[in-house]
């Protein structure tokens, strides 16, 4: 079946059809009705603008009636497909959210034998970009180019963000540099994509191309900028993209201020941070827990808290990113006092429902030593997963009841790295070396992958039994599992080595080592 091209749509005329489109459902419903009582519910204009005006209203109600509207179009044998009403859906489905919608109706398009046009293309795989649904996006680009769409502008920078955000960097790169025309999407896909993917000295370095390529940046590019500057450490890169945005005089919005906030605090500006969250006169949720998170970060416990109680006095209602940093702060003082309080909080506003909070307060117990407390909250818990089992390990390890730690260890429905490295630095801080050793080759046996934390622990065991034999079977198991070796983990092998009499294996480690430092 031939579908209703744009041109035809355009050249319609219907008296029934408003001049506005329609503001409401109520509007949609009257103008259905129109449409069915002067007969015209075969004419494709007709439910093109019904469809269309829903699809603007952009509501769960308002697409199930578009939909339901599509089909009753569809059953009326005089109709024809309309590529039309189905991209009106797609980005209707989009605007509300509703990404799998749009890629059903996107497939149903092609399955009724109707080739998609440009506009389509644009808001399925705008939909591809926010739901992160990068293998269909990756699967829409070879499609894309089989009906040489791939120069339009729109569709290029959907596609350079699908595969910046997929961590296909290099390829969103390659079609960055054949683009024939950038626009301001098109570079800030590009340094978000960079800054998010852990290469941030590319991110900084394209926002200053940029920049001098006359492309003016928005808030959004900004942001990606300012927060490669945080991943890098870099006050002085960060003063920079600061320094042009006073230069430029643009509005330093809430979420400006947060990126800011945040990356003062990363490179340890913490005054010149408190200046400006001070200076923001909208302090929303955001800004305060990048404030909170970072004071914690940093050892800051008492400023976390204070900024929690200024927090709540505004009226501002914490979320579950605020509670982690919180019951970390408690954690890190071990204020069982403020601790139960912060507890009763949580409980008499509804919290304890969230997953994560309840994590973070099991922690915070066993850190005050209160482990029958945490034992509590984990009992009450209606879903338990690994992170929930991890923190009650923890806690029994760190209050050294290694005996209750082994027990629920082995009553867990599953574990990962990271239960196994808790349990093993539970026995080496209870100085059960050869036990700690026997566990890791248990470990082995069953075919978790270890890492650097775990190879710490077993390194530091094995310095205490000063077994040189045992030494070198752990350093070819780093050696044959290809595990990474940052500088924590050489300064524990060299140390074994030390503790073992191996003076030149000892030396051979610190060869390796490339950022030395004093403690080395």
Known sequence: MAATSYS?????????????????????????????????????????????????????????????????????????????????????????????????????????????????????????????????????????????????????????????????????????DEMSERDVVSWTSLICGCARRDRPKEAVSLFFEMVDAGIKPDSVTLVGAISACAKLRDLDLGEKVSSYISKTGLTVNTFLATALVDMYMKCGATDRAKQLFGECINKNLELYNALLSNYVRQGMEREALATLVEMLQRGQQPDRFTMISVAKAISQLGDFAFGQQFHGYVMRNGL????????????????????????????????????????????????????????????????????WNTMIGGLVRASLFDDAIELFKVMQNEGVKANEVTMMGIASACGYLGDLD??????????????????KLNRALADMFSRCGDTESTMQVFDKVKNKDVSS
Not at 95 to 104: H, N, Q, S
Not at 374 to 381: E, G
Request: proline share 3%; glycine share 6%; hydrophobic share 35%.
């Open 8 to 176: 035809t749509l355009l050249t319609l005329t219907t008296p029934t059809q408003p001049e506005q489109p329609c503001k409401n459902m109520k509007e949609v419903k009257q103008l259905h009705a129109q449409i069915t009582k002067k007969g015209l519910s075969n004419r494709p204009m007709s439910y093109s603008k019904l469809i269309s005006s829903c699809a603007d209203i952009a509501t769960p109600d308002s697409l199930e009636y578009a939909k339901k509207a599509y089909e009753l179009f569809e059953r009326d044998e005089r109709s024809r497909v309309s590529l039309y009403m189905l991209t009106s859906l797609i980005r209707g489905y989009c605007a509300a959210g509703f990404f799998d919608e749009a890629i059903l109706t996107y497939a149903q398009i092609v399955g009724k034998g109707v080739t998609p046009d440009k506009y389509t293309f644009r808001y399925v795989l705008s939909g591809c970009a926010k739901a992160d649904l990068f293998l269909e996006g990756i699967q829409l680009h070879g499609t894309v180019l089989k009906l040489g769409l791939e120069e339009d502008l729109y569709i290029q920078n959907c596609l350079i963000h699908i595969y910046a955000e997929c961590g296909e960097i290099d390829f969103a790169k390659k079609l960055f």
């Open 352 to 419: 304890d429902d969230w997953h994560t909070a309840g994590n973070a307060i099991i922690d915070m117990y066993s850190s005050c030593g209160k482990q029958e407390l945490a034992c509590r909250v984990f009992d009450r818990m209606s879903t338990k997963s690994v992170v929930s089992w991890n923190c009650l390990i923890t806690g029994f390890a760190k209050n050294g009841d290694v005996d209750s730690a082994l027990k629920l260890f082995n009553e867990m429905p599953e574990t990962d790295v990271v239960t």
């Open 470 to 487: 045992l030494a070198k079977w752990i350093y070819h198991c780093i050696e044959n599992q290809g595990i990474h070796r940052d500088l």
